[in-house]
């Protein structure tokens, strides 16, 4: 029987937030997760697929059951004896398989593979050695060198056995007593390829995908791509952003940095220059945390996030304070509402009662316009939040603002816009286990003061920026899944206060 091995039993403590509740081969890459991109790539070549979790990972085997592969089997690890990715291996390796291919859970190779048989394994060269189980032609392995020989290569993941009998033998005779060293793969391996000669297969750092630390993680996964119509360059100290399909939103964005209220400047970068006949701007480059990086990865911890929430509740205080007479705002939100979901006559004509009842329907405020966590930073030394790519209009409401940050907080906008979803429908479900408690933080302190009315209104268009948004990303119909979803349960959560 020719058997594959995927060793899934780690905590991913190394990815914070996500690592504390999810296993890091159930998190996906552009919608789908990892284990199950390793599963379908290599399942039309083995007889049986072996993916082991511990009671660390028992959402691992509960995927492995949703998933309902005949093929594919759930090996349990115990806690006792020595752990480490070697041990979770060899849980699986009976000595009976004809022939056994490892798959690391946390990386994808997106190189083709013609032969799974031999012994060999899939190599490439690293700048640096530090984090890497390093190889020659000789199979010499050196376990994170600070330096080594230019002919040594860092071993990437995929190991071919073509004889388990003598890996279960090896495994046998090395002393499993002392708990508290992980069991690595270089102590398989060394002995192991004293009996065979192993063949390195050197794929392009390229094709190699790392999910392992937060870092690689968050450079995988890119959140903060681009919109198709604009061009970021970066300098040391600046950026500069760029727009030829839509110069005048480039121009409105820099035309409401540079007109802000002088309460508001201490909230916005620098602005170097605006540049009318490129469609350009310059502006500071911000070195302190995104908050979209701080909630989905890094740190939820309320007590984190409260001077975060009082300079955002200062920032709409002002905003709340400028008010002027006008009309136009509310009216150009249910029409541009009702024009990208012209389905939800019913729904506009309650969001246009509620803005009536709130007694705002006259009413604008200074406001940002797209406040949302992808769009602000935070500098914990100085203790002081910025935002960044303003609507360009300079008046709206307060409110909205505050339903772009709902969106973000308890709608989870953030989390579906990155992508951490798993986009099968029959297994729904966004990543943001986790996050219950610094919700409440949030509506606690942001909707305290607000009135009855005040809090369905701000329900009400947060559901309307889900609906709304959907046309924006057609080219992405998973994301709107999700976005629908959204809608409907703010909605909900308006009609029933």
Same mark, same amino acid.
């Given at each position: 029987m020719k058997v594959a091995i995927i060793p899934a039993a780690g905590k991913g403590s190394r990815l914070y937030e996500l690592g504390k509740n999810y296993p890091k081969t159930l998190l996906p890459y552009d919608g789908i997760p990892i284990l199950?991109?390793?599963?379908?790539?290599?399942?039309?070549?083995?007889?049986?697929?072996?993916?082991?979790?511990?009671?660390?990972?028992?959402?691992?085997?509960?995927?492995?059951?949703?998933?309902?592969?005949?093929?594919?089997?759930? /090996?349990?690890?115990? &806690? +006792? @004896?020595?752990?480490?990715?070697?041990?979770?291996?060899?849980?699986?390796?009976? =000595?009976?398989?004809?022939?056994?291919?490892?798959?690391?859970?946390?990386?994808?190779?997106?190189?083709?593979?013609?032969?799974?048989?031999?012994?060999?394994?899939?190599?490439?060269?690293?700048?640096?050695?530090?984090?890497?189980?390093?190889?020659?032609?000789?199979?010499?392995?050196?376990?994170?060198?600070?330096?080594?020989?230019?002919?040594?290569?860092?071993?990437?993941?995929?190991?071919?056995?073509?004889?388990?009998?003598?890996?279960?033998?090896?495994?046998?005779? /090395?002393?499993?007593? &002392? +708990? @508290?060293?992980?069991?690595?793969?270089?102590?398989?391996?060394?002995?192991?390829? =004293?009996?065979?000669k192993v063949k390195l297969k050197e794929h392009k750092p390229s094709d190699f995908l790392d999910f392992g630390t937060i870092e690689q993680f968050l450079k995988n996964n890119k959140s903060d791509e681009c919109r198709s119509f604009n061009k970021i360059k970066y300098t040391k100290n600046s950026v500069i952003k760029i727009s030829k399909s839509e110069p005048n939103k480039i121009i409105n964005e820099a035309t409401w940095f540079k007109y802000v209220p002088k309460e508001i400047q201490s909230f916005i970068p620098r602005i170097y220059s605006i540049n009318p006949y490129e469609s350009s701007y310059e502006m500071e480059r911000l070195k302190s945390i995104k908050l979209r990086d701080l909630f989905i990865h890094i740190d939820r911890d309320p007590q984190t996030w409260s001077p975060i929430i009082g300079e955002i509740k200062s920032f709409l205080e002002i905003c709340r304070n400028s008010k002027i007479a006008s009309s136009s705002f509310w009216n150009q939100l249910i029409d541009k509402t009702l024009l990208r979901r012209p389905d939800l006559n019913i729904f506009v004509t309650e969001l246009s009662d509620l803005v009536h009842l709130c007694k705002v329907d006259c009413e604008s405020t200074f406001y940002h316009g797209d406040l949302h966590l992808n769009n602000m930073f935070f500098d914990f030394p100085r203790g002081k939040l910025m935002v960044i790519d303003p609507r360009g209009e300079l008046y709206g409401h307060w409110l909205y603002d505050l339903a772009k940050l709902t969106h973000s907080f308890i709608g989870k906008f953030d989390f579906i816009d990155a992508k951490l979803f798993n986009n099968k429908l029959t297994n729904a479900k966004v990543y943001s286990a986790g996050t219950e408690e610094l919700e409440r933080y949030f509506a606690k302190e942001m909707y305290s003061k607000l009135t009855k009315n005040e809090v369905k209104l701000v329900y009400k268009i947060t559901a309307s920026l889900f609906a709304s948004m959907q046309p924006l990303h057609k080219d992405y119909p998973d994301k709107n899944y999700y976005f629908e979803e959204k809608f409907h349960i703010f909605d909900k959560l308006a009609k029933n206060i």
């Open positions: 199950e991109r390793i599963i379908f790539k290599i399942l039309p070549v083995f007889d049986e697929i072996r993916v082991v979790f511990s009671s660390n990972t028992p959402l691992v085997n509960e995927y492995i059951k949703n998933l309902n592969e005949r093929k594919v089997k759930p /090996i349990l690890v115990p &806690d +006792e @004896g020595r752990q480490g990715p070697a041990r979770s291996f060899m849980q699986a390796v009976t =000595g009976e398989e004809e022939s056994l291919f490892l798959h690391l859970s946390d990386s994808l190779l997106n190189y083709s593979i013609e032969d799974y048989s031999g012994n060999w394994v899939s190599v490439m060269k690293v700048s640096d050695p530090s984090r890497w189980c390093m190889i020659n032609k000789d199979a010499t392995l050196i376990e994170k060198p600070t330096k080594c020989p230019s002919d040594f290569y860092a071993l990437t993941g995929n190991y071919s056995f073509n004889n388990p009998k003598i890996l279960k033998e090896i495994h046998s005779k /090395i002393d499993h007593s &002392d +708990e @508290g060293i992980e069991y690595q793969f270089s102590e398989l391996l060394e002995p192991y390829f =004293g009996y065979f």
